[in-house]
C-alpha cells in the first residue's frame, strides 16, 4: 500500500477509482481490479464516497480541516467495504456498498483507494439518472490520447501520477479497538426514511457545538433530551455525525446502536441506502480517539491466544461475514477462545466487526508481528510486572511497580470489567478505556499456565 500509479478519475460517465497495491487470496498484487460494471444507484455511491472523504478530512474536536487519508478498501466477494477514521480519530465511518448495488462481479483483497481533491469535485455533478461504469483497480483508469492520429485511430496512453499513500499506523491500532467497541454494539430502535431525514438536516454543523444528550424516538420523530428514557442512545458531540447531510435525501433509514451493558459509552448511527448502508461510530467523547481505546487488552492477555489466532488466520480467505461456530469446529476450540484469537487478528487490522450481520469480517492490512505490543504499551508493561504480583486471599493482589506497592482486587470469574486498582491511571479512567497494566498484570498472573 505505498502509491497510486494512476490518479483516480471520473469522465464521460465512466468513475475509475485507482488502488493501491492490494493484499489478496493470491498474495501482493501491484495492480489489482476488484469491479469492472455499472453502478445501479451512481449518485447514493458518489455521495457515500464524498461522505467518506468528509469524515477523514475533518478534525471534529477543536474543528480543523485537515489534508485527507485514503480509505481503506475491502472487496469481499458480495460486497465492497470502504473504512476511514477523522483527523481527530474519534470518527470511524464504514460504506458497505452491497450486491444489489452492482451490475457486475466483485472480486477479492484489501488495499487504499484514491479519493482525492479532482476526484471528489468531479463526484458532486453525478445525478441520480446518470449511467455510470465503474471501474476499481489500474485495469479501469481512463487514457489520454498520444502521438499523432494515423488515419481514424489514435494512440493511447495512461496517464500517470504517481501518489504516495497515506495509511497512518495510529489507524490499525484504531481499526482494532473500533472492532473490539462495534462487537458490544446492539441496535436500540430504527426510524423510518422521513424520520430519519428530518434528524439528519436537524444536525449541528461539524464547526457545531459539543451537544450530548439522550437520544429517542418519540411520534414526532428523533430528539436529543438531556434525560434518560427506555430505548433512548447517549451520544458525546451530536457534531460528529454532519457528515450524513450529504445522504440525507438517499436514506430510507436509519438504526442507532449503543453498547450492550446500556450505559453511556460508544455510539454508533446506520443509515441504509440503495443498495448500501453507511455507518458512523463515534468514541465516548468527542475528545477521546479510537487508537487509545484500549478495549482489547483483557482479550489479549489470555494464554494461548497467539497459536489460537494463527490457526483461525489459516482459514481466513476475505471473507464478508465470518462464522465463528464453523472456526470453533474446525480447530476444537470454546467460543471464548475463538473469540478472544478474533480478537488479536483485530488488533492488526484483519478483522472488523458488523453490528448489522453481528459478525466480523476479514480485511488484510501489512503484517507487523510485533505490534501488538508496540500498539498496547501497557500490555508490555503489564508483563514486566507479573513476577512482583503477590495474591494475598479472596480476590485481593498487590503489583509492585517501580518504589510504591498498588492494590488490586480481581476476580477471574469476573473478568477486568469488575477489577479495581489504587493507580492515578485507574481513578482516572476505571476501566471505560481497558485495564491499567497492574490489573493486566494480576490477570496475566492468574491465567498464565503454571
Known sequence: MRTFTYPSQLTDGNLALALATALTPEGIDPSPNFFSGFAVYPQALARGLLTLADVTSTRYFHYTP?????????????????????????????????????????ALGTTNVDIGMELRTALTRIRQEDRLRVDIGSGGLTVLPVGKPAGNLIQMGKSVQER?????????????????????????????GSQAQVFVASLPAATGKNLSGW???????????????????????????SALKRLMTHISGMTFYAPSEGEPGAFMAEALLPGARLTLSLTAEAWQGYSGEGSLLESLAKPDVLEDAESIRSGLAFDALIDENLFGRQWAMNPD??????????????????????????????????????????????????????????????????????????????????????????????????????????????????
Open 164 to 192: 504516495p499513500v497515506q495509511m497512518p499506523d495510529r489507524w490499525i491500532r484504531a481499526l482494532g479497538n473500533a472492532a473490539a467497541i462495534h462487537r458490544r454494539m446492539t441496535p436500540v430502535f430504527t426510524v423510518n
Open 337 to 450: 477462545r475463538v473469540q478472544t484469537a478474533l480478537g488479536l487478528l483485530a488488533v492488526s487490522g484483519k478483522l472488523g466487526y458488523d453490528a448489522h450481520d453481528q459478525a466480523y469480517f476479514h480485511r488484510e492490512l501489512p503484517d507487523d508481528p510485533d505490534r501488538v505490543l508496540k500498539d498496547n504499551p501497557r500490555l508490555a508493561a503489564a508483563r514486566k510486572l507479573v513476577d512482583t504480583v503477590r495474591h494475598l486471599g479472596n480476590h485481593k493482589y498487590v503489583v509492585r511497580s517501580g518504589d510504591a506497592d498498588y492494590p488490586v482486587t480481581y476476580d477471574p470469574a469476573q473478568g477486568t470489567g469488575s477489577a479495581t486498582c489504587a493507580c492515578t491511571w485507574y481513578l482516572n479512567h476505571q476501566n471505560s478505556r481497558g485495564p491499567c497494566k497492574h490489573i493486566l498484570a494480576v490477570q496475566l498472573r492468574e491465567e498464565e499456565p503454571s
Open 215 to 241: 437520544l429517542t424516538c418519540t411520534p414526532a420523530g428523533v430528539k436529543l433530551t438531556p434525560r434518560r428514557s427506555p430505548s433512548a442512545v447517549f451520544v458525546s458531540g451530536l457534531h460528529r455525525l
Open 66 to 106: 485537515v489534508s485527507q487519508r485514503d480509505p481503506v478498501l475491502s472487496a469481499q466477494g458480495n460486497r465492497l467495504r470502504a473504512e476511514c477514521f477523522s483527523a481527530c480519530n474519534g470518527v470511524h465511518a464504514r460504506l458497505d456498498l452491497l450486491e444489489s448495488g452492482f451490475d457486475g462481479r466483485i
